[in-house]
């Protein structure tokens, strides 16, 4: 049984040898009457282009896995059992998960055009505004700051909150 991490290696050598090769195969294309200095030169620029393609198909293979990763972190944040809301600097939220956009009684594309102080109710208005200059502020231990707050959503009734 082999370990992805074994399969990976065994790739990575198929370009390797297969360069080596084309190196091997080339060099007898060199006609025989050429200079060793051009002779050193043109084996030199053969290989560094065989390191070029090996490189382009390492980045691309990096590519690839980086865009599964992405996809699957975009899937566990959509679908998490949390509320979760991005938000800029002016309050403006620029991402939110379904769960949120089922709280707020939006769908997600009308959330994002919306300041979450807008869902945020009277009473709570003031710990909410607070909070949220301490976030902007990195105040609290990591950066992270906690307040409960009442979100009024839209078509629903008000709900508390824990905002952190």
């Not at 007898?28 to 200095?37: A, E, Y």
């Not at 956009?101 to 009308?110: E, K, S, T, V």
């Not at 009442?150 to 909150?161: D, I, N, S, V």
Request: glycine content about 8%.
């Amino acid at each position: 049984m082999k370990f992805s991490r074994d399969a990976e290696t065994d790739k990575d050598r198929m370009p390797r040898e297969q360069a080596q090769g084309a190196l091997a195969e080339w060099e007898h294309k060199i006609p025989p009457g050429c200079p060793s200095d051009l002779r050193h030169l043109l084996k030199d620029l053969h290989r560094s282009q065989g390191e070029l393609e090996q490189q382009n198909e390492e980045l691309r293979r990096t590519q690839r896995e980086l865009a599964r990763s992405r996809q699957h972190l975009d899937q566990l944040f959509a679908h998490a059992p949390v509320a979760f809301l991005v938000l800029a600097t002016t309050g403006q939220i620029l991402e939110l998960n379904t769960l949120a956009g089922q709280c707020l009684g939006l769908p997600g594309y009308m959330a994002t055009r919306r300041t979450l102080h807008s869902f945020v109710s009277q009473d709570s208005f003031g710990s909410y505004i607070e909070a949220f200059q301490r976030v902007l502020r990195a105040e609290g231990p990591r950066g992270i700051i906690e307040t409960d707050v009442y979100l009024l959503p839209t078509g629903g009734p008000q709900f508390r909150a824990r905002l952190r």
